[in-house]
Every structure is written in structure tokens, then in C-alpha cells.
């Protein structure tokens, strides 16, 4: 079976789990997107409005963001894959709770080990808090704030993979704020930088 068989038998798996919190209230699952061969995987918080509607992380003007500084790099929706720690859209965009984290993230861990990625990308606080805290929701809060760690390489471990975490600012805060953006590619070409660093070594 290869990774896009993988992936959407994965993703059956989720629609069909009843129980899981938020599938009320959602018009979509949204699962993820990109290449499930990439080198890259960027992961969020969880979908808003856009997304819910259309299923696909990333489509609102959070991803035209996001598509804007990954062309600035050079890197197309071709090289990496997205997702996001929630499979499903909280109400009115509201903060997760820890425990719709707790039980939304073993989906996302299975991702992880389906696309086997060299280096992830959180993309804001809720992301880069989950990998910093050993993906243990629990241990979150304890987590220094993306300001503090944006751009900066850290090594994780997730189950018997060693990955490179690299935590970016959330493509919707360069929404507000247009200063991120600077920072935004200055930590793209880190990123890229190790993809191809990955590249030579593999």
C-alpha cells in the first residue's frame, strides 16, 4: 500500500470514529493536503471557516499566505504536506481544549508515521507547543510561546522517528501582523536550508 492509500484509508478511519469531539458542529473533516512523499510536513492549529466549507487546510487567507512565502523559497504545495493537530473546525474558530487535543492528536501522529517527513513545521502556539511538549497535550502549558522559539531547530522524537522541528509564526498572524513576514521568510530559508541538508545526506 503506498502513502495516498495509506493516508485515505487513515482518512476513512477518522470519519467513521463517532466519538470523536467537534464532528458535530463541522461541516468537513479536514484532513490535510500536498504531496505524502514531501520532506515537509506543516502543521496547524485547526481549520477555520474556509476550511471547514471546503474540506482542505490552508484555503483561506491563511494559505494564500502561506502559499505567497513558500513561492518566496522557492517550495510549492508540491514539496511539502499540510495538516493540522485538529481534524475538525472548533465553533466561532474558538481555542482548543486540552482534552479535543488529547483525542484528535493520535490521528495526526498517524499521519506523521504514514508520510515519514525529515522535518516539521508548526505553524503557531497550540502546533509548536504539542511537538515541544513530546506530542503530550499535558506537557503544553509548560512550553515557551512561539515569539520565544520561531526559527529555531529542534530534534524530536515521535514514536521510532527522529525529526527536525523547525516552529514558525501562524500564516493568519501576518494577517494583523505585516512585520512577521520578515521573520516569516527568514525562517523559510532555515527550513529549506534543512530540507536540503536532508536531501544530501539521504
Not at 27 to 54: H, M, S
Not at 155 to 175: G, K, R, S, V, Y
Request: aromatic share 6%.
Amino acid at each position: 500500500m503506498d502513502k495516498q492509500e495509506e493516508l485515505n484509508k487513515l482518512r476513512e478511519e477518522i470519519i467513521a470514529d463517532t466519538t470523536l469531539p467537534l464532528r458535530e458542529g463541522a461541516t468537513n473533516l479536514v484532513f490535510g493536503k500536498g504531496n505524502p512523499q514531501a520532506k515537509i510536513l506543516f502543521v496547524g492549529e485547526a481549520a477555520g471557516r474556509q476550511e471547514d466549507l471546503q474540506g482542505l487546510p490552508f484555503v483561506g487567507a491563511a494559505g494564500k499566505n502561506l502559499d505567497k512565502l513558500l513561492s518566496a523559497v522557492g517550495l510549492s504545495l508540491d514539496d511539502v504536506y499540510i495538516a493540522n493537530i485538529l481534524k475538525y473546525r472548533p465553533p466561532e474558530n474558538r481555542n482548543p481544549t486540552s482534552e479535543e487535543i488529547r483525542t484528535h492528536t493520535p490521528y495526526l501522529i498517524k499521519q506523521i508515521k504514514i508520510i515519514k517527513p525529515k522535518v516539521i513545521c508548526s505553524l503557531g502556539n497550540y502546533a509548536t507547543k504539542f511537538f515541544l511538549a513530546g506530542c503530550n497535550p499535558d506537557g503544553m502549558d509548560k512550553q515557551l510561546g512561539i515569539t520565544q522559539v520561531h526559527g529555531k531547530v529542534k530534534i524530536i522524537q515521535i514514536d521510532d522517528m527522529t525529526i527536525t522541528l523547525i516552529p514558525l509564526f501562524h500564516p493568519a498572524a501576518i494577517i494583523y501582523n505585516q512585520n512577521l513576514i520578515i521573520e516569516w521568510e527568514k525562517d523559510l530559508k532555515i527550513v529549506k536550508k534543512e530540507v536540503e541538508n536532508h536531501k544530501s545526506t539521504s
